[in-house]
C-alpha cells in the first residue's frame, strides 16, 4: 500500500526520520507492506519493522523510479487512517527516544481515544511493543489495520447523531431511562457479536440491573462477546448478581445496594449517608456471595472458569 502524508503529518515524519538518518532525504511517499513502513528516498529509502522498531536502509533507489507518484492517494487530516499514522508516529517516537515524547499518561490517553474509533472496526491497538494492533482479536498488521478502517462513513452510520459520550454521562448520573433512550437505538445498527455491540450490551445490562430488572439485564450480557471482553470475572459476576441476589434472603436489598455502589461510583456518592452502615452490613456475608455469583455465572454463560 503507497500513501502520500498531508503536509502537517509529513512534517512530523520528516523530523523523525532526519534523527534516525541525519542524510535521509524523503520522497514523501511511503510503502506500508504488512507491518512494515518504508520511507521512499534518495538516495536510499529507510524500511522500519513497526511490530519491534527493527531499521535498515535500502540502497536501491531505482526500484521507485517508475513508481507514478501522481496516483499515490494522500492520508486526509481528520480521517481514521491519519489517526492511525499519528499514533504510529508517537510510538516510533518514544521507540527512538525522539523529543518531545509523549509521557506514559499522554499515550494512555491519546491510545484510548484512537481505540473509541477503532472498536467500531472491531480493532484494537495494543501499546507494546512498537506498534501492534489486532482484528476480531487476532494480531493484525498495520496494513491490514489501514484497509479495514478506509471507509470513515461507518461511524456515522452506527451512531447516526448518537452522542456515545452523552449517553455515558447519562448512564453515571443515574438517569437510566434517558440513557436506555440512547442505547438501544445502537443495537440495531451494530453487527451482533461485534466489540461495539459487546460494549453496548454491557451498558444496557448493567443498567437494567440498576432499574431492579435482572432479567432484561441477563438477556443483554449473555449477548456479549467473550473475545472482546477484558474481564471474564467481572461478566461471571455481573451475571450471577442477576441470577442470585433475589435469591439471598432477608440480606437481598442490602447486598443489591451495594453492589450498585460497586458498578457505578454516582450511586454510592448518593447513599453516601447510609454507605458505612451498609457496608458494615453486608461485609460478613458478601465475598462468599460473589464467589457463588462468580461460578453461577460462568456457568450460566457455558464457559470455562479460568483462575
Known sequence: ?????????????????????????????YLI??????????????????????????????????LNEDEVPEIAADTLRYEV????????RLYYDIKPVAD?????????KLNDRLKFYDTVAVDEPVVIFTIEGERASVEDVLYKVSDDSVIGDILSGTDLDYARRLMGLLRYDEALEQFLPLISRVRPGSMFDTELNMYIGEIYYHMH??????????????????????????????????????????????YRCILNP???????????RLKEQVDPIYEEHEARCEEAGAEYLGYEKKD
Request: proline share 2%.
Open 33 to 66: 507492506d504488512k507491518d512494515e513502513l518504508t520511507a521512499i528516498g534518495r538516495p536510499y529509502s529507510i524500511k522500519i519493522r513497526l511490530s519491534d522498531g527493527m531499521r535498515e536502509n535500502e540502497k536501491e533507489y531505482e526500484q521507485w523510479q517508475d
Open 213 to 258: 430488572e435482572p432479567l432484561k439485564a441477563l438477556e443483554y450480557y449473555k449477548l456479549c462477546n467473550p473475545k472482546y471482553i477484558n474481564d471474564m470475572r467481572d461478566l461471571y459476576i455481573r451475571v450471577g448478581h442477576c441470577l442470585l441476589d433475589d435469591k439471598a434472603g432477608l440480606r437481598s436489598g442490602l447486598i443489591k445496594m451495594y
Open 104 to 112: 506514559e499518561h499522554m499515550r494512555s490517553v491519546l491510545r484510548g
Open 266 to 276: 454516582t450511586y454510592k456518592k448518593s447513599i453516601s449517608d447510609r454507605y458505612d
Open 85 to 92: 499514522l499519528k499514533y504510529i508516529l508517537m510510538q516510533l
Open 1 to 29: 500500500m503507497f500513501i502520500r502524508l498531508n503536509h502537517s503529518l509529513q512534517l512530523q515524519f520528516d523530523g523523525i526520520l532526519t534523527k534516525i538518518a541525519g542524510d535521509f532525504v524523503s520522497k514523501e511517499i
